[in-house]
């Protein structure tokens, strides 16, 4: 009898401390794939890279934000707030005097060792692997689920679907689809190939990219580069102005190429595109207006 | 090692404590500067052991800044004390094992390491020490047998494995294109600040008896110094303690590497300046260039950290950017 009774009343016990231990903190699994404990309502958040400050405050969760990266300069009020490095050289002591009770970092981006040392200081680290377009709006879902800001989350991708599918729609008007060869930096000469974020937004904009094949960011010598023909050239920096223009007429020596013959080679803000946040798809309908230029006159 | 007058045992002692109390002195700076402006009061009552309200200013001082400072006095001292020891077995001032390739070639190690994505310890350590095993055979066959103790051949061919090493490691940088690519470029520049307590702890058992087995053969070096007929008469198999020399040393450097990337000029500056301030005693100069080695990387750590106002130089950029005006302005000291 009495152990019928402790059969039935340890697990009673179990449950009973799970839940409460679970009214203060969850487990969730991250898309590395850990699993992380973290806070019902995380209340001190530090972002690792800038895509996720855009997020967080495209979720209108900005307030919660101690610290951020360097380069965290979208919005305008993420500019204030304390910086703690770079997202490939994070201060680890700077995060830590944040007391965070979440940080929020990038698989491919973050070093691993910080990601590590965080977790071995008990600071709970979810790291986020947006790789699409899909991933992305998984991304802001998950974080949305993070920060109580679940509604806004669906929003936010109910809005970034309407815009893709007005894109397509768009796009499926176009006749011809030029290739397009996007240069990322200035030297080496680097593409983005396959299985890339701008390979997608490059298709989805009615273009076709001319530097797919096994790598991902494949390195050109100008030889291939002249010898692939490009329609379109783009060019995407940080830096600009003199810069792009000396590039713009190093290129301009070869009107072989097509996309010199009928100037269009364009610069866009690297910004726009490198960072997996909700501001990808203002590159997207840039991206569609440099790719197809004859569906928006017809519109006009 | 044979300490036979109390005189030179009681130089040791003095000189010894006296840099130990540097090294104290450095550390504690050390712990207490950093990024986040912490107050002395708070800071004492960290150091000594009070509980205090805010764990955080704990955390930083004990878990981020103080095994940083264990792990820049342990390079530091690894790193002057291999330049001093290959500085007396090839009787060459310019011998420093970064020099010579040794660094070199554990980097193609680590950096192969990183690449197939081991853990830092110890895949990534063995590969490194595999490296710079294989660079030290690599010198020993193109000047083996007798040109061993030229000096000329080995410095010379350290030189050209450097340079060969050097461009494989440029060229496995360049075949790399994710983000490990970040990670290789900073740990190359030199990178203290991702260890934690416990890998420190892991270096120490490794760099410590090394530290212990190179005193013990201080004397041996004193000896090989005069010359290798010298060296004969008083009965020391030369062939013997350079191969143990070398080989402990490689294994001190290539630990290092593998935690901190390549740290040059140390290995330079210290010894010469220990040499210019002590005399050429390597009884005293292996201590000191342990002790001196120590504080001056906590030293250039410390302006690595402080110095910038958004982030950190690598600590290799302050090494020898500290390091070689201070060698040349000694040497001109040391000519007038």
């Known amino acids: 009898m009495k152990k019928r009774c402790l059969i039935l009343v340890v697990p009673v016990l179990i449950c009973f401390f799970i839940t409460q231990a679970q009214s203060n903190e969850r487990c969730v699994t991250d898309q590395a794939g850990r699993i992380v404990s973290l806070p019902d309502k995380p209340e001190r958040i530090v972002s690792l890279a800038p895509n996720i400050t855009e997020i967080i405050f495209a979720l209108a969760r900005g307030h919660l934000l101690k610290g951020v990266t360097t380069f965290s300069d979208f919005p305008v009020e993420a500019k204030k707030i304390y910086k703690v490095g770079s997202y490939v050289k994070l201060d680890l002591e700077r995060i830590v005097s944040l007391n965070p009770d979440l940080c929020i970092a990038v698989k491919d981006g973050n070093p691993k060792d910080v990601v590590d040392r965080l977790e071995s200081l008990g600071i709970p680290v979810y790291a986020v692997d947006p790789k699409s377009l899909d991933g992305l709006m998984q991304t802001i879902f998950e974080v949305g689920e993070l920060l109580n800001a679940g509604d806004r989350a669906e929003t936010l991708i109910h809005n970034m679907r309407l815009r893709i599918q007005r894109i397509k729609f768009l796009v499926a008007k176009a006749e011809s689809t030029p290739r397009v060869f996007w240069q990322i930096g200035i030297s080496p000469i680097i593409s983005a190939g396959s299985n890339t974020f701008i390979n997608e937004l490059i298709t989805l904009a009615g273009g076709k990219n001319i530097a797919c094949g096994t790598s991902r960011y494949p390195r050109f010598s100008r030889e291939q580069v002249l010898s692939l023909a490009p329609d379109v050239f783009i060019i995407t920096s940080m830096e600009k102005g003199v810069v792009f223009d000396e590039l713009k007429a190093d290129w301009g020596l070869w009107p072989e190429m097509p996309a010199v013959r009928n100037n269009r080679i364009f610069l866009v803000d690297s910004n726009l595109f490198d960072r997996p946040s909700p501001r990808i798809l203002d590159g997207l309908e840039l991206l569609v207006e440099l790719i197809h230029p004859e569906l928006f006159k017809e519109k006009h | ?336």
């Open chain 2, 1 to 336: 090692m044979s300490i036979r007058s109390p005189f030179i045992l009681r130089r040791i002692i003095t000189i010894s404590l006296l840099l130990l109390f540097v090294l104290i002195v450095v550390m504690l700076a050390g712990v207490s500067m950093g990024s986040t402006k912490i107050g002395l009061k708070m800071l004492l009552q960290s150091l000594l052991g009070e509980k205090m309200a805010d764990t955080m200013l704990d955390t930083i001082v004990w878990q981020i800044r103080f095994p940083r400072v264990l792990l820049a006095g342990l390079v530091g001292a690894t790193l002057s004390l291999g330049g001093l020891v290959f500085q007396a077995i090839l009787r060459n001032p310019l011998a420093e094992p970064y020099i010579l390739g040794i660094s070199g070639g554990s980097a193609i190690g680590a950096i192969i390491g990183i690449l197939s994505g081991l853990s830092r310890f110890p895949g990534v350590s063995l590969t490194a020490f595999a490296g710079s095993l294989a660079t030290l055979f690599l010198l020993l066959i193109m000047s083996s047998g007798k040109s061993l103790l030229k000096k000329n051949t080995l410095l010379l061919s350290g030189v050209m494995v450097n340079a060969f090493c050097s461009a494989i490691i440029m060229f496995l940088v360049s075949m790399t294109y994710d983000a490990r690519l970040h990670n290789i470029i900073f740990w190359l520049m030199g990178d203290l600040s991702m260890c934690d307590i416990n890998q420190v702890g892991i270096l120490a058992l490794m760099l410590l008896p090394c530290f212990i087995i190179l005193f013990c053969y201080s004397h041996s070096m004193n000896i090989i110094l005069m010359g290798n007929e010298m060296a004969q008469t008083m009965g020391i198999n030369i062939r013997r303690v350079t191969a143990v020399l070398l080989i402990v040393t490689s294994f001190m450097v290539s630990a290092t590497v593998c935690y901190c990337g390549l740290l040059g000029f140390v290995g330079l500056v210290i010894p010469h300046l220990l040499r210019l301030v002590f005399g050429s005693d390597h009884r005293i100069l292996v201590p000191a260039s342990i002790l001196g080695g120590g504080s001056y990387m906590i030293i250039c750590d410390l302006l690595a950290r402080v110095l910038p106002q958004q982030g950190e130089v690598p600590v290799g950029v302050v090494t020898a950017m500290v390091g070689a005006p201070l060698f040349i302005y000694l040497l001109k000291r040391s000519k007038q």
